[in-house]
């Protein structure tokens, strides 16, 4: 098998995606270890640039007893090539079959990757479904943020790991030491954060209550082909207390919880000695929010100014603060900022719990082009609930006025506007509403492009299809696996990529399969049973009601 793949790797786009042995990658000798494999349902650049996939490579490969590699979804030409051949998917770190692994842990992030999962254990030669794997097959699960709905997929995994997992991955190997599938899977269901198709009924999510306490990889792997980020990070917190209604991350990964500074600082220190990287990124979901955000970026900007490392501060909140904070400790200045008021009217911001102002905005944007950034990108929701045209317009209006103050300060302001269609998530006060057809996407998506029609905003946006099949599957039941399958039949691969998606398949493989996936998009009533119900994001359906209001 290794000569065919030594063959092969000359003949494919960016053989580097396979070939492993980068810097800081481990390899062990195979014995009688549990072997792991590690799956991303993408690229290797995108794999590669996701924290959950160092975390658990980093805890998994501190164990005598465990043996952790990875494999990421091939690209067309390396699939083509894996059939010609007649080859396995294979892993990096040893280039074994997948189907020689113990356990096959996938990252789920988004849904789009969902055929990629199909394809990858199709390639790996493993029983899509868990009801026809038999003993020897290895046990595949799943995580992530799109597992908080799995159920369009649940049929492909035998265990699902709800919320966080530094914690439980460490007893999820002990359970899957037993001897036969049966008491394995029995041992599995009495963890907690675990679902067991099966044997559990219900799943509480599971959360870390010390983030300083639980293993951090501060000698990442260093990719060979450059990732989507390209830099050594340090997350600071997790959580958000700001309580956006459309914004699943913030309400699944409640409480908010601190990484201790001392923590952070011996972390930075590590990761950065370690790795060589050029950018140190301080990441959360509102970093700004960290109670010693300030005491914490400007002793690692004075740590490391002589070894010319950059302290970026993304995901900051939109404030004079953090726009001035960021600037006086990055040693590289960005050439642009981003910035997400997610409305154009300040009705619609405040209906959606987005706690930003105009007046807020404004003084970010002055702050922003007074240290001499050209460029802003504005972030905007289209599709949200109680919706107007005059909301739609004031989009235009917004980045009109933005402009205006970059023009105060330079002749060469650049403003983009993104315009991404909403989908209600679920375990989000927004769970229950309505998500807009295509043709209303494209309808709003020309409202605000010909309302702005000015040379230097750029006005850009998600494609419409694209979001419409998010929706579908972020809400949907068990009745879309067979979906997926077919859309895999018919072709569907890496969806997530503009050169790939074919949005006719989708549509034929609704059609064979006799369902209408406009019904997915339709506003539930409170009172009915939703598909995700037996999952407890740790916040309650009374709670999420009552945000509603």
């Known amino acids: 098998m290794r000569e065919l793949i030594e063959a092969i790797l000359p003949t494919v786009l960016r053989p580097s995606r396979y070939i492993g042995n980068e810097i800081n990658a481990v390899h062990k000798e195979w014995h009688d270890q549990l072997k792991v494999a590690i799956a991303y349902p993408d690229l290797y650049e995108i794999g590669m640039s996701n924290l959950a996939v160092q975390i658990l490579y980093h805890i998994l490969n501190a164990r005598a007893d465990v043996i952790a590699e990875r494999v990421f979804a091939p690209w067309g030409d390396m699939e083509a090539a894996l059939t010609a051949n007649r080859l396995p998917l294979f892993t990096l770190e040893s280039w074994k079959p997948l189907n020689e692994f113990n356990l096959i842990g996938f990252s789920l992030g988004y849904e789009l990757n969902y055929t990629n999962v199909v394809n990858m254990l199709k390639l790996g030669r493993i029983p899509l479904h868990r009801t026809e794997r038999e003993e020897t097959d290895p046990l595949i699960f799943a995580g992530g943020p799109s597992l908080f709905n799995p159920e369009p997929v649940i049929d492909l995994f035998d265990f699902i790991v709800i919320g966080e997992a530094e914690e439980a ?13 049966k008491e394995k899977l029995e041992a599995l269901s009495k963890i907690e954060g675990v679902f067991v198709p099966g044997h559990s009924v219900t799943v509480t999510k599971r959360h870390i209550k010390d983030l300083s306490s639980v293993p951090y990889p501060t000698q990442p792997i260093i990719p060979f082909t450059e990732p989507v980020h390209d830099r050594a990070v340090i997350e600071i917190m997790r959580g958000c207390k700001w309580g956006c209604k459309f914004c699943q991350a913030g309400w699944t990964t409640r409480p908010v919880r601190e990484k201790k500074l001392e923590t952070l600082i011996d972390q930075a220190e590590e990761i950065v000695k370690k790795t060589g990287y050029e950018e140190l990124s301080l990441i959360s979901l509102s970093s700004s929010d960290h109670s010693k955000i300030e005491e914490l970026a400007k002793e690692l900007a004075t740590r490391n100014e002589k070894r010319r490392v950059n302290i970026a501060l993304p995901s900051m909140r939109t404030n004079s603060f953090s726009v001035k904070l960021a600037h006086e400790v990055a040693r ?45 990108k504005l972030y905007f929701m289209i599709g949200l609930p109680t919706e107007t045209e005059e909301d739609l317009l004031e989009i235009g209006q917004l980045a009109r006025k933005i402009f205006e103050v970059g023009r105060c300060h330079t002749r060469r302001v650049r403003v983009t506007v993104n315009l991404s269609t909403f989908i209600p998530k679920p375990h989000t006060p927004f769970q229950w509403e309505r998500q807009i057809t295509i043709n209303e996407t494209l309808q709003k998506q020309r409202l605000i492009k ?12 998600h494609q419409a299809e694209a979001s419409f099949l998010e929706g579908v599957f972020s809400r949907g039941d068990a009745r879309l696996l067979p979906v997926i399958e077919k859309a895999w039949e018919l072709g569907a691969r890496l969806d997530a990529w503009s050169e790939f998606f074919d949005f006719d398949r989708w549509l034929k493989a609704f059609a064979d399969c006799g369902i209408d996936p406009t019904d997915y998009l339709r506003q539930r009533s409170k009172d009915e049973p939703l598909p995700w119900d037996y999952i407890d994001s740790g916040v309650s359906k009374e709670q999420l009601i009552a945000s509603t209001n």
């Open 450 to 461: 010909e309302s702005i029609r000015q040379k230097f905003i750029d006005v850009r946006w």
């Open 169 to 181: 991955i460490v007893e999820i190997i002990e359970a899957a030491k037993q001897t036969t599938r």
């Open 332 to 376: 590289v200045r960005s050439s642009s900022i981003t910035i997400a008021p997610e409305t154009g009217s300040q009705r619609l911001r405040d209906y959606i719990g987005k706690k930003m102002t105009e007046e807020n905005i404004m003084e970010s944007v002055q702050a922003v082009f007074a240290s001499g950034i050209e460029a802003v």
